[in-house]
Nanobody, 124 residues
């Protein structure tokens, strides 16, 4: 099993920045990729970004391209989501996930492990 713990959420004004972290523990050698998803109030969960563990290739949803950056530190088994130029519509619970299998990694139910999430609130 793999445990995922997110941190870094909070309240920020529009235009500001936050960095989310997700620390993985347990059988981390089984992880092929990690991804962030988010769910805004009253909306469906959506894919935000993913990163493959071995080759560091990344994928982003169009709405965050140029503003968010996903990265990982293999030595710390941690993935980060740097969020810049935040907008009120970025307000959501952000959840970290990990996958054992091959891509794609944009399907929440298809991931192998899930964190509990961290709330990001962007005020106007």
């Amino acid at each position: 099993q793999v445990q995922l713990v997110e941190s870094g959420g909070g309240l920020v004004q529009a235009g500001g920045s936050l960095r989310l972290s997700c620390a993985a523990s347990g059988r981390t050698f089984s992880i092929n990729a990690m991804a962030w998803f988010r769910q805004a109030p009253g909306k469906e969960r959506e894919f935000v970004a993913s990163i493959r563990w071995s080759v560091s290739s990344t994928v982003y949803v169009d709405s965050v391209k140029g503003r968010f950056t996903i990265s990982r530190d293999n030595a710390k088994n941690t993935v980060y989501l740097q969020m810049n130029s935040l907008k009120p519509e970025d307000t959501a619970v952000y959840s970290c996930t990990a996958a054992r299998g091959p891509p794609p990694y944009n399907n929440y139910a298809g991931m192998s492990y899930w964190g509990k999430g961290t709330l990001v609130t962007v005020t106007s």
